[in-house]
């Protein structure tokens, strides 16, 4: 019966290990490849991206950029990122417009060079609520609370084994012979 709980034990153990170690790298580890995550906040590129998404995007020079491609951007003062369709290229202005395919109107204000981040790889839906919901307390707060827990739950069974007293051993069991003795 205990051989079965600690089998099961440790599958728990394992699978939330397996979890954390894959949501760090989709959310945190995609830098170490050159892709940044973004959070999908609207409606805006929906089907393409829907909201709540995490979209990964990976840099790119303003020349490479062709009409019809999808970049992501800085949209204002505030640092507001967003990720729409180029419909223009103002080469002489250095400057793209932009428009959200569930949009109907192109967006107001044009995107200069220098607010390019990147162009979006692909993104992997809902994962983005994870995400926002991580990078502000209490989200924060939950997450590092929940990592404690995966490390307590890892080293439970270690503390919890009863040690046996120095003093007393086990008793050695004799080995069998087998054969002649000579």
């Given amino acids: 019966m205990k051989n079965t709980a600690e089998k099961i034990w440790n599958g728990i153990t394992t699978f939330l290990v397996i979890l954390a170690v894959l949501l ?4 945190v580890g995609v830098r170490v490849v050159g892709l940044q995550a973004y959070v999908v906040m609207s409606g805006s590129m929906e089907p393409v991206y829907p909201t709540g998404s995490l979209l990964y995007v990976q840099d790119a020079e ?4 062709e009409t019809g491609d ?4 800085v949209l204002n003062e505030e640092l507001t990122v967003a990720t729409h369709r180029v419909i223009e290229i103002d080469e002489e202005n250095r400057c793209f417009y932009t428009k959200g395919d569930a949009n109907e109107a192109a967006d107001g204000a044009p995107v200069y060079y220098e607010n390019l981040l990147g162009r979006p790889v ?3 839906p809902h994962l983005g609520y ?4 991580i990078q502000h307390p209490p989200g924060t707060y939950i997450a590092a609370a ?3 827990a995966i490390l307590l739950m890892l080293f439970l069974p270690d503390l919890l084994r009863e040690e046996e007293p120095e003093g007393k051993k086990r008793p050695r069991q004799r080995k069998r012979r087998t054969g002649r003795k000579k």
């Fill in 24 to 27: 760090a790298i989709l959310l």
């Fill in 62 to 65: 303003p020349e490479e950029i």
């Fill in 70 to 73: 999808a970049i992501t951007f």
């Fill in 122 to 124: 692909f993104c992997i």
């Fill in 130 to 133: 994870i995400a926002a919901f």
């Fill in 146 to 148: 929940c990592g404690a």
